[in-house]
Nanobody, 115 residues
Framework: QVQLVESGGGLVQPGGSLRLSCAAS????????MGWYRQAPGKQRELVAS???????NYSDSVKGRFTVSRDNAKNTVYLQMNSLKPEDTAVYYC?????????WGQGTQVTVSS
């Protein structure tokens, strides 16, 4: 059974940083485009950042310049480094693995930005 397990969420003050990790198992990780999505209360899930199998990255305008997505294929892990966090970044963050029509999701990790 495919598993995507996120970790690293928590409570942080505005301007602070967090690093999310997503460890994948039972997939050929290096072939997949890995993405980070988030969903705030009452809002739709949105793409935050993604990284292709070749290392090409993509970011939403709201996080560009503050967040960095990276991957370690040897560890089957994707990361999201989040700096200069704002209260509007508060959401549940989900890891996604996508290959053609195949999509897998993690269970999500809560990120709360508040003073």
């Amino acid at each position: 059974q495919v598993q995507l397990v996120e970790s690293g969420g928590g409570l942080v003050q505005p301007g602070g940083s967090l690093r999310l990790s997503c460890a994948a198992s039972r997939i050929t990780f290096s072939l997949y485009t890995m993405g980070w999505y988030r969903q705030a209360p009452g809002k739709q899930r949105e793409l935050v950042a993604s990284i292709t199998s070749g290392g090409t990255t993509n970011y939403s305008d709201s996080v560009k310049g503050r967040f960095t997505v990276s991957r370690d294929n040897a560890k089957n892990t994707v990361y999201l480094q989040m700096n200069s966090l704002k209260p509007e970044d508060t959401a549940v963050y989900y890891c996604n693995a996508q290959l053609s029509h195949i999509n897998y999701w993690g269970q999500g990790t809560q990120v709360t930005v508040s003073s």
